[in-house]
């Protein structure tokens, strides 16, 4: 669930493109009143790097997984 959170924040930013504290902070800012401990989140999971006062959208949001009914195991006949 947090990955899936810390995935949909990540959207946020565009890939390729530096940032610093405070436009990663205000872009946060919009949905929590502590955008401070979103952004280490992101950076702590890995969805934004983070050198020398910059920071960047580090890994792409990946697409959700396909839920697949899996049915029953292989059954044991005894032989």
């Not at 565009?14 to 929590?32: K, S, T």
């Not at 950076?43 to 792409?60: C, I, K, Q, S, T």
Request: hydrophobic share 35%; proline share 13%.
């Amino acid at each position: 669930m947090l990955d899936a959170a810390c995935a949909f924040l990540a959207e946020r930013f565009e890939p390729d493109r530096l940032y610093d504290e405070a436009e990663i902070n205000a872009i946060l800012a919009e949905d929590a009143p502590d955008p401070a401990t979103l952004r280490r989140l992101l950076v702590d999971h890995g969805f934004l790097g983070r050198r020398n006062g910059a920071y960047w959208r580090e890994r792409p949001s990946p697409p959700p997984a396909p839920v697949r009914d899996v049915g029953p195991g292989p059954q044991n006949t005894g032989s």
